[in-house]
C-alpha cells in the first residue's frame, strides 16, 4: 500500500476507476509539459506514485503560498480535475508513474 502524500489536499472520490496510465518516467523520460503550470481536464483525477527517488509536486492555485512538496518512494498523490499544478526536479533521480481516474 501507498503512503499518501503529507502534502495531499484533496482525495479521488471512491467511485474513481483508472482508464489510462503513464509511465514509469525517470528524469530523461519525463514529459517537459509536467515540469510546468498545468491542469486536468474536467472529470479527470490523477493519481502520481513515485516509485523511487524524490520529486517535488506544487500547487499553483494560491492556496499553497509556492511550497514545493516533496514526494518520496512509495508516496502516492491524488491531483483533481482544473486545478493547477506542477512537478520540479529535486536534483535526484527518480522513477514516477501517474494512472488518470474518472468516475
Known sequence: M???SAGQRFAAPEAAR???SIGPFDADSLP???LREHRLKQGTWARLTVLWG???FAWDD???DG???VLQANDTIDVPPVIPHHLESQGEEFRLAIEFLAE
Open 2 to 4: 501507498n503512503a499518501i
Open 18 to 20: 483508472a482508464y489510462r
Open 32 to 34: 517537459a509539459g509536467l
Open 54 to 56: 524524490r520529486i517535488g
Open 62 to 64: 494560491g492556496e499553497s
Open 67 to 69: 511550497e514545493v512538496i
